[in-house]
């Protein structure tokens, strides 16, 4: 009778921390289209019950805030457009994060766990003096938080008592909200005046036709024993006949052999594809949220999940995991 009282207690409080929760989701996107973590964020969003909002921060946004309106979950669109805004800048996107929090009163700010929001998301809780959560993946109630520890091998569970909780999402443990059956209202915000502390100067960006890494259904990967840049190269040519992204481990990176946007794992990007094809060394870190595994000779991947663990050979007997 006692656990049957305490469990209608908890789930009192869950229900009622719902009914007064609001949450913003601040949106990355370049402009043009929106960055599809933010879909994911927004994914998160609802399960915290109560409003989401979207803020939308650009030069010419309106594209990308009349994308977010036919989101399903989203309630209201606040759209705020300034040249200081050009290249994001954690440094004058706060000031506008701050008074809209102030503004609308919300419980939660939230964004994607990549570049953006890792670069953000800190800055936010600093000037609110709370405590962030970072790379959230997964939300047990408004106020209980899970993530992972120790590159991925202890999962925690965060309890955050913080007036307002300010956090990042792990955008591959979380579905993609649907981008169509939504009609939130948009709205028009002033941008607070600009800081003035650091300028945008330029980005270079590294282009691709191979799909997204962190957002790839396939991954081919490989490391320092590859023993050169050339040799990734037959990487490159199985990843364009798998229709697959290409990843790299620390060391290759450090080695010179590709570029650093291509690093995956506890120091580089996050990815959760359906297969992972590691070449060379230890791929355990890379794959925690990965359903198979094709691994080759002498590769030290450890079973940690629950995985398939998959010979080599399977890349010649069956492709049933491409989709």
């Given at each position: ?49 109560g409003e989401v909002s979207c803020l ?93 520890i120790y590159a991925g091998n202890v ?169």
């Open positions: 009778m006692l656990s049957v009282k305490l469990i209608s207690l908890l789930s009192l409080k869950t229900s009622l921390l719902q009914r007064f929760q609001s949450t913003l989701v601040i949106a990355e996107h370049n402009n043009e289209t929106l960055t599809p973590v933010t879909l994911n964020a927004i994914t998160a969003a609802k399960r915290l019950g939308v921060a650009g030069t010419s946004c309106d594209k990308v805030a009349q994308e977010l309106s036919k989101v399903q979950g989203v309630a209201k669109v606040l759209v705020a457009q300034h040249d200081v805004y050009k290249g994001f800048l954690a440094e004058e996107l706060t000031p506008l994060v701050l008074a809209t929090q102030k503004q609308f009163n919300y419980t939660h700010i939230c964004a994607g766990a990549s570049a953006f929001g890792k670069n953000l998301i800190p800055r936010v809780a600093a000037k609110l003096d709370v405590a962030p959560i970072s790379d959230i993946i997964e939300i047990k109630s408004p106020d209980t938080f899970v993530r992972t999962i925690c569970t965060v309890q955050c008592d913080e007036a307002v909780k300010v956090f990042s999402v792990r955008g591959t443990s979380f579905e993609a909200a649907p981008t169509s059956g939504g009609s939130a209202s948009v709205e028009k915000v002033t941008p607070p005046p600009p800081v003035g502390l650091s300028e945008w100067i330029e980005q270079k960006l590294t282009k691709s036709d191979r799909p997204e890494l962190t957002s790839a259904k396939v991954v081919v990967s490989g490391g320092r024993g590859l023993k050169s840049g050339e040799n990734f190269k037959l990487l490159y040519d199985l990843a364009d006949q798998l229709h697959a992204a290409v990843g790299a481990s620390r060391a290759a990176v450090d080695a010179g052999f590709v570029p650093n946007d291509l690093q995956v794992g506890q120091t580089g990007k996050i990815v959760a594809p359906q297969c992972v094809i590691w070449s060379t060394a230890n791929c355990t870190p890379l794959v925690s949220n990965c359903s198979y595994i094709c691994s080759g000779p002498g590769n030290t991947c450890k079973d940690s999940t629950q995985n398939f663990i998959l010979p080599w050979e399977y890349l010649e007997q069956s492709n049933t995991w491409l989709g």
